[in-house]
């Protein structure tokens, strides 16, 4: 998978404060997310971020991730 520092993702399941979207705040091994709705931020696994995303939105630009 194809991602950018900036890019925003939906995941799967939603945060608890009701969010779906987060942004790709840190890339390399592991990956940093930040929740755009309260600004929390969370650090995956690369491995286990690409299980959990379920759709790719770059620059407006949406793209589901296939299974």
């Given amino acids: ?3 950018k520092l900036g890019d925003v993702v939906r995941l799967r399941k939603k ?3 009701g969010s779906y979207e ?3 705040v840190r ?3 592991d990956i940093g997310i930040k929740c755009r709705k ?3 931020t969370v650090l995956l696994e690369r491995r286990d971020f690409e299980r959990r995303v379920k759709e790719l939105i770059s620059g ?3 793209r ?3 299974e």
């Fill in 15 to 17: 945060h608890p404060c």
């Fill in 22 to 24: 987060w942004q790709v």
């Fill in 27 to 29: 890339l390399g091994a």
């Fill in 1 to 3: 998978m194809e991602i």
């Fill in 38 to 40: 309260c600004n929390h």
């Fill in 64 to 66: 589901l991730v296939s």
């Fill in 60 to 62: 407006g630009e949406r």
